[in-house]
């Protein structure tokens, strides 16, 4: 089952930075923290992912809580394409756990 | 990165027929895929953990002798839906993770199955 919270919607304007907030206050000492994006009607995307030190790589940055209970996921410029609905999933780093999926953001990009 | 296909992309077929999805990584072997269900404007839904050589195992709720899952080797896994309805009109994702990456579930196109 999905552990997280996330808001239902966001909107950001074009070019600026789009943070998006989860909240995990149950997540346990050995999971991750993943986020991924689904555009319409494809399979989601992979972000990033982080334990808890900050990340970042080419997509965006992911900001966690020095108690893990909640992370912010950043795209710094956000452009049209950008408009998606997010995911924030906590799990254990094995690759044959599931991904429990919770109801997701949806950005919309506004020009 | 790594690639999943699902085959095929769109399908539309009549009430009570079988249609069979088909999901294949690409470039990497996976022991392990899973298979997920979404009907619109809804999030994703874990229907089952597809095994290699295995059985298939459920999440709680799915039934088994509705959707049958073959994995019979590294590359590739089936999702039967038998005897479709209507209800079972969906959009299915398949995912696979690639162990030598480690870090990432490589999620497929989708298939959007219609049901008349």
């Known amino acids: 089952d999905a552990k997280t919270t996330q808001p239902p919607s966001m909107d950001c304007a074009e070019g600026r930075a789009a943070n998006l907030p989860c909240n995990h206050s149950t997540i346990s000492g050995n999971e991750y923290v993943y986020w991924y994006r689904q555009i319409h009607s494809q399979g989601p995307q992979y972000i990033i992912h982080?334990?808890?030190n900050n990340e970042t790589n080419e997509m965006a940055s992911l900001i966690i809580t020095e108690d893990r209970k909640s992370s912010t996921l950043i795209l710094p410029h956000a452009t049209l394409r950008d408009t998606a609905v997010y995911y924030c999933?906590?799990?254990?780093?094995?690759?044959?756990?599931?991904?429990?999926f919770g109801t997701g953001t949806s950005l919309t990009v506004i020009p | 990165g790594a690639v999943v296909s699902q085959h095929p992309s769109r399908v539309i077929c009549k009430s009570g027929t079988s249609v069979k999805i088909e999901c294949r990584s690409l470039d990497f072997q996976a022991t392990t895929m899973f298979w997920y269900r979404q009907f619109p404007k809804k999030s994703l839904m874990l229907m089952a953990t597809s095994n290699e050589g295995s059985k298939a195992t459920y999440e709680q709720g799915v039934e088994k002798d509705k959707f049958l899952i073959n994995h019979a080797s590294l590359t590739l896994s089936t999702l039967t839906v038998t005897s479709a309805h209507p209800e079972d009109s969906s959009f299915y994702i398949c995912?696979?993770?690639?162990?030598?990456?480690?870090?990432?579930?490589?999620f497929g196109p989708g298939t959007r199955l219609t049901v008349l």
């Open positions: 982080g334990l808890k």
């Open positions: 999933i906590v799990r254990e780093k094995r690759p044959g756990n599931q991904f429990y």
């Open positions: 995912s696979a993770p690639d162990w030598s990456s480690y870090n990432e579930q490589f």
